[in-house]
């Protein structure tokens, strides 16, 4: 006999399965963004803080000519290095690929890898490619590699509890730890959004980027002293492939990081909110502007002071943690 | 209506957090100018939460205050400190003090929480727009407390004096917005001739003793002299 | 209304004081001032005690039993400090110090004098850092360094103090217990 209710089934499931591919597809969209985009928004980043000097500066599509140059150059290994200085530049470069599969880059709802690990887990997962990069420079036998190495530790060390009270204090306030979610909670009533939490959280984590990506007043990325290198030591002694995945890597964690605190944080609108791929699509203009001004924001700091002292650095990221603590107070404490 | 009520909570709770920032500041940094800079913020901070107090409680009084400090406290009391403290003073870029910036940073943290549980013994505010004024001004009040006492200069010792009275204002503001202008008006004009006279005093003791450093005026102790 | 009056003549003293009009007018101003405060201050503080208080202004200026006891210890310390500073003062060579020291003794001491009589308490907290801000010439006058010294740690232990009390000085209206203000006639 002939079942029609057989019929029936097939047809939500398939909707299902239509779904489920979108979203993994949007997901895959986003990461796709991300790793194409980090070298143009680096270029960016660099042509901006030459015109400011006053100076030309290269072409914003330089990085992608640097990393075309260096996959096709020949590398070059030390004798002394193990395992974990060839495993490093991949790790690397997997690392922020990670953490952008599960932050809001270009959709305002989670997509299907978004429960896979939330705010933590991402934090984890960053520090995990600092560790390896950590370990490569003490791999080889070049001193400066060290010397690096102990510097960028301390300076994670400090910028460590500043991140967890970020991460906690957003937590309590919005109800949840994944991002998407997050960030629904300073859409819509505006006076969520003008909430001192909200101010002291912004200016505490734009503390925290220029702490762990290296810029001025921690660090200064165009430097070529290795004496005063902290971030920039971690591809001293890399060539050829390995330089350009440590490179793009590096790039990839910068345009994370400015994604989370973009999207999540400061301008949370502007996202897709339906799923059309039209509608997708549109926002990722719409990511870049927001990325392009706050470089703008980024230059005007990186210009107007100068590098700290090391011991200072201390001061710099203490500042960071009590304004961090001064938002989860009056974020929290309800009287 | 209720929507911008809470707006203007919202708002002075902004105002009420960039003033407690400032009182960070004051008490971490390490110049004399930016003491005395992030005094003006935190004036600045006071007058803007009086506004908005003045404009959510509908208490004009308020509103007068705050146009009277807005001059007073930002423009006219450093004008006036610039004029009476000799110039040199102003140009020190690292301020003696007792403790290190990171132990004084983390010291007004713990007197802000400190601030935040006490804040249920004092008087409740007018509505809910002012809440969160008590326990930020008594904060500001103990980090000036503070300052006052781990800096060894003059001038930071009487900006600390400052920033307890704007902690005091902030408070006051929030439980007595009705209090009558009469009164209101008194505070800033005393503490204008503060200004004017430690002013003079400063002024004198540079002339006389030399050096500012007043952390190191110690031959003045019970028992009498050596 | 001799609480007025009361106020009135150290005022004035202070402003003949600054006449330069040679080096005993400023003295003799002064302790002649004195005595007459004193005098007042005996009569107020007997009108006191025989029952009532003393009413200048409603609600603004008024003593009562505490404010007359407080008035008449200032009075006496006032002119017995005044009697005394005749005597060191007139080794004093600079003829204008002599005269700045006995205006801003008088501006002192109706500092000091109104204290007790004001009866809203914000008022009574600018009438203290008056005192003190009025107080450190006086303190500083000997310009050697133990001087200034004093003055510095006497100023900002007391201005700290007083910018501490502002705090306490707005709660008088909240709080549901009567509260006695200086110089108020009853409890409210």
């Known amino acids: 006999m002939y079942d029609a209710s057989a019929e029936r089934d097939i047809t939500p499931r398939l909707i299902g399965v239509v779904q489920m591919a979108r979203s993994i597809g949007f997901n895959l969209l986003q990461v796709l963004f ?3 985009l980090a070298p143009l928004v680096a270029g960016v980043l660099s042509r901006l803080k030459e015109i400011v000097q006053s100076r030309r500066g290269p072409s914003i599509f330089q990085p992608y000519r640097d990393l075309r140059k260096l996959f096709h150059k020949e590398e070059v290994v030390s004798e002394q290095a193990s395992w974990i200085f060839r495993v490093t530049p991949y790790v690397v470069f997997i690392v922020p690929i990670f953490v952008a599969t599960l932050i809001p880059v270009l959709t305002s709802y989670p997509l299907f890898f978004a429960f896979m690990g939330d705010m933590l887990g991402g934090g984890f997962v960053l520090a995990l490619g600092g560790f390896f990069a950590t370990l490569a420079a003490v791999d080889t036998g070049n001193p400066y590699g060290p010397m690096g190495a102990s510097r960028t530790r301390m300076v994670g060390f400090l910028a460590e509890p500043v991140f967890m009270i970020v991460f906690f204090t957003v937590s309590f306030v919005a109800g949840s730890t994944i991002p998407y979610i997050v960030q629904q909670h300073w859409v819509t009533p505006l006076s969520n959004f003008l909430a001192p939490s909200h101010v002291l959280l912004v200016i505490a984590f734009v503390m925290l980027i220029l702490a762990e990506a290296g810029r001025i007043p921690v660090d200064n990325p165009t430097g070529h002293f290795e004496l005063a290198m902290i971030d920039e030591s971690k591809s001293l002694e890399y060539s050829g492939t390995g330089m350009a995945l440590m490179k793009w890597g590096g790039q990839m964690k910068l345009l994370v990081l400015m994604c ?76 | ?123 409740p505010a007018a509505g809910n727009i002012g809440a969160i004024n008590l326990p930020i001004g008594l904060a500001g009040l103990l980090i000036g407390v503070y300052t006052l006492t781990v800096r060894r200069e003059a001038v930071p010792q009487l900006i600390g004096i400052f920033g307890i009275e704007n902690g005091a204002l902030l408070c006051g503001f929030a439980i007595a917005p009705t209090l009558p202008l009469v009164i209101e008006m008194a505070f800033p004009f005393d503490m204008l001739i503060i200004a004017l006279v430690i002013g003079i005093l400063t002024r004198i003791t540079q002339e006389r003793v030399g050096t500012t450093e007043v952390g190191a005026f110690t031959t003045l102790k019970e028992g009498g002299n050596k | 209304m001799i609480l007025i009056v009361i106020l009135a003549v150290p005022l004035l003293a202070a402003l003949i004081s600054c006449l330069p009009l040679g080096r005993r007018l400023a003295p003799a101003v002064t302790l002649t001032s004195c005595a007459l405060e004193l005098a007042m201050v005996i009569a107020a503080a007997m009108r006191v005690a025989a029952g009532g208080s003393v009413v200048a202004i409603a609600n603004w200026v008024d003593i009562d039993g505490l404010s007359a006891l407080i008035l008449l210890l200032v009075a006496t310390v ?38 007790p009589m004001l009866a809203e308490p914000n008022l009574v907290w600018t009438g203290v850092e008056l005192t003190t801000i009025l107080s450190l010439y006086l303190v500083a006058f000997e310009n050697t360094h133990e001087a200034l010294e004093a003055a510095w740690k006497y100023s900002v232990l007391t201005i700290m103090g007083g910018a501490v009390a502002l705090l306490g000085s707005n709660w008088r209206r909240e709080f549901r217990q009567p509260y006695l203000r200086p110089g108020s006639c009853q409890s409210s």
């Open chain 1, 34 to 36: 991300v790793v194409a």
């Open chain 1, 260 to 335: 989370i605190l973009l999207n999540v944080l400061v301008t949370p609108w502007g996202l897709a909110g339906g799923t059309g791929i039209a509608k997708v699509l549109l926002a990722a203009p719409l990511v870049l502007l927001k990325v392009g001004i706050f470089l703008l924001v980024l230059v005007a700091i990186e210009s107007s002071l100068s590098k700290l002292r090391l011991f200072r650095v201390s001061e710099f990221l203490g500042a960071a943690f009590v304004t961090s603590v001064v938002a989860m107070i009056t974020g929290l404490l309800n009287f």
């Open chain 2, 1 to 123: 209506m209720a929507n911008s009520y809470a707006l203007l909570t919202s708002l002075n709770g902004l105002a009420a957090g960039l003033f407690l920032m400032s009182s960070f500041g004051l008490a971490a940094t390490r110049q004399m100018q930016g003491c005395q800079r992030f005094y003006i913020a935190q004036s600045i901070c006071l007058v803007v939460s009086a506004l908005l107090l003045g404009l959510g409680l509908h208490a004009p009084d308020l509103l007068a205050v705050a146009a009277l400090d807005s001059v007073m406290k930002p423009i006219v009391i450093p004008y006036l400190l610039k004029r009476t403290v000799p110039e040199e003073i102003f140009r020190r870029r690292e301020i003696d003090q007792v403790l290190n910036i990171p132990s004084s940073l983390l010291i007004a943290l713990g007197l802000t929480l400190l601030a935040f549980f006490l804040s249920e013994y004092l008087p």
């Open chain 3, 78 to 115: 006032g002119s017995t400090a005044a009697l005394f500073s005749w005597g060191y003062m007139a080794r004093e060579p600079s003829a204008r110090r002599l005269r700045r020291y006995y205006s801003n003794y008088n501006l002192f001491v109706f500092a000091m004098l109104s204290v």
